[in-house]
């Protein structure tokens, strides 16, 4: 996508801004969402294993005002692939150790955006898969639904702390081909 730069100016690439100098507000922003997600995740893990509430009485913080909300596969599908389209748009910000591990995010983040489309034609079908009475995504059919969505959030979001990390610190020629101002350049002037 290219939106037209001032008069006599080339265009401008949306992903070259986000992964240039708008790439640490684009992460900052990104990783909102993420930690938003986590806290729901949490919340919804101690409302079921310290509360002792049952599963479908676990509903996160959105959950307890907007039940509806939390029942519907749009939401987690639609949060699936806002994950999986902000991890694809972002990686090119980053640069050697850190995109590597930041595509392992990816990756495993595409799985889970797939475990969630399955849920999601299920609902939209009104036809549940693989011989169960509700909508169940491949790996359900092993592993409960709260302790899946815990494990791959978890598994997700670890290389991507780890990709951050590298990113904000990266070695000589990692900065050196670094497109964004993440982390401070050497060549820059302090901030004062």
């Not at 008069?7 to 401008?12: F, I, N, R, T």
């Not at 969402?33 to 919340?43: D, G, K, P, S």
């Not at 509430?53 to 639609?78: D, N, T």
Request: hydrophobic content about 50%.
């Amino acid at each position: 996508m290219t939106t037209h730069g001032l008069a006599g100016s080339p265009p401008v690439r949306i992903s070259t801004g986000i992964n240039g100098a708008g790439h640490r507000i684009a992460l900052n922003t990104f990783m909102f969402v993420v930690l938003a997600h986590w806290a729901e995740h949490l919340t919804q893990a101690y409302q079921i294993y310290v509360m002792g509430r049952a599963a479908p009485q676990a509903r996160g913080v959105l959950g307890q005002f907007f039940p509806w909300l939390i029942k519907s596969e749009w939401l987690h599908y639609g949060y699936a692939l806002v994950m999986v389209i902000g991890l694809f748009v972002l990686r090119k910000g980053f640069t050697g150790r850190s995109k590597t591990w930041w595509m392992v995010a990816f990756g495993i983040q595409f799985w889970h955006h797939i475990e969630h489309l399955l849920l999601f034609l299920q609902a939209q079908l009104g036809t549940p898969f693989f011989g169960q009475a509700v909508p169940t995504s491949i790996a359900q059919l092993v592993v409960p639904r709260v302790e899946l969505h815990l494990f791959y959030n978890t598994i997700v979001f670890i290389p991507m702390v780890v990709a951050m990390y590298l990113h904000l610190r990266p070695n000589p020629a990692e900065l050196k081909a670094a497109e964004c101002t993440c982390a401070r350049r050497a060549d820059s002037p302090s901030p004062v």
